[in-house]
Nanobody
Framework: VQLQASGGGLVQAGGSLRLSCAAP????????VGWFRQAPGKERDIVAA????????YYADSVKGRFTISRDDAKNTVYLQMSSLKPEDTALYFC?????????????????WGQGTLVTVSS
């Protein structure tokens, strides 16, 4: 299954971007979805996640209050709204489908990864 992440780009510190993760129909309608990021030379870490119903979300401490994850199952798309961006948010961002209807905070709780979209925040 191919997930398509998009919406990355170059933005100044303090700016905003909205990432989208599109998937074939019903790919994640019964599953949680997560956004991860990987900076050069670093591990791929979770940023945010949402359960199947959209009623429960998770955020890494570093993005709480600045990022918002949401889903539109009618469009088979999950979004990551990023605001007040900082240079340390610069990374390749990936979306992934969870193994279950909830979400996990570890990479091994996910399958079906997208190809990544690059976010660069300049100071």
């Amino acid at each position: 299954v191919q997930l398509q992440a998009s919406g990355g780009g170059l933005v100044q510190a303090g700016g905003s971007l909205r990432l989208s993760c599109a998937a074939p129909r019903r790919t994640f309608s019964n599953n949680g979805v997560g956004w991860f990021r990987q900076a050069p030379g670093k591990e791929r870490d979770i940023v945010a996640a949402i359960d199947r119903r959209g009623s429960s979300t998770y955020y890494a401490d570093s993005v709480k209050g600045r990022f918002t994850i949401s889903r539109d199952d009618a469009k088979n798309t999950v979004y990551l709204q990023m605001s007040s961006l900082k240079p340390e948010d610069t990374a390749l961002y990936f979306c992934a489908v969870a193994l279950s209807s909830t979400y996990a905070v570890q990479r091994d709780g996910y399958r079906y990864w997208g190809q990544g979209t690059l976010v660069t925040v300049s100071s």
